[in-house]
């Protein structure tokens, strides 16, 4: 079974300025797809970015981006120029490769991000 | 853009009574989740349902647990006789399929009392 560590519970960031969430992974497979989702206090699970592991190249969405190694099975989040509405938990998830979409989340235990104005 | 809905938002129940929690995917959508998160733990997969069944169910979902898509637009999930430990936000996500992406709604606040 595939599990996700998020090894980081708490991080804080001072607003406009960089942080990096870090996700851990153990798969068995070769082919994966990793994601961010990010849980604002209304509690709703909003996609932040997803990365294909037979692509080599790591996914960008405006201020977001990651660092996948997949050799080391790790997934990190960069966050630049941070804002008050990144203010979140923020959960790694994975998924198992499939043709027919019906394969679960597997999510980590979340890192809770909180930025200083 | 087109969202998961949920209703309600926030259910109280007693112990040993039956809860519905109702889901409308995105119409398009073609494979339905079901997801628990216990208040301050991480969110735990329950079921997975596609062309009117389980393709996949959690040992969470045991026999007091049900799923059913009744008219082809709603998602439900059924607790029988809920517990104390039940008490969680509950999710439901659905996706096409072909990109991977789940979506997720809002979530239902279960809490028994």
């Known amino acids: 079974a595939q599990t996700v560590t998020q090894s980081q519970p708490e991080m804080s960031v001072q607003e406009a300025e960089t942080v990096t969430l870090s996700c851990t992974y153990d798969?068995?497979?070769?082919?994966?797809?990793l994601f961010w989702y990010k849980q604002p206090p209304s509690r709703q699970m909003i996609l932040v970015i997803r990365?294909?592991?037979?692509?080599?190249q790591n996914a960008t969405e405006n201020r977001f981006s990651v660092n996948f190694q997949k050799a080391a099975k790790s997934f990190s989040l960069k966050i630049s120029d941070s804002q008050l509405g990144d203010a979140a938990m923020y959960f790694c998830a994975y998924r198992s490769p499939t043709n027919f979409g019906n394969e679960k989340l597997t999510f980590g235990t979340g890192t809770r991000l909180t930025i200083i104005p | 853009e087109p969202e998961v809905t949920q209703t309600p938002s926030h259910q109280v129940t007693q112990m040993g009574q039956e809860v519905i929690l109702r889901c409308v995917p995105i119409?398009?959508?073609?494979?339905f989740y079901w997801y628990r998160q216990i208040l301050g733990q991480k969110v735990e997969f329950l079921v997975s349902f596609y062309n009117n069944e389980i393709s996949e169910k959690s040992e969470i979902f045991d026999d007091q647990f049900s799923v059913e898509r009744p008219d082809g637009s709603n998602f439900t999930l059924k607790i029988r006789s809920t517990k104390l430990e039940d008490s969680a936000m509950y999710f439901c996500a659905s996706t096409t399929g072909a990109k991977n992406i789940q979506y997720f709604g809002a979530g239902t606040r279960l809490s028994v009392l």
């Open positions: 990365q294909e592991a037979y692509k080599q």
């Open positions: 798969t068995s497979e070769s082919d994966y797809y």
């Open positions: 119409s398009n959508h073609l494979y």
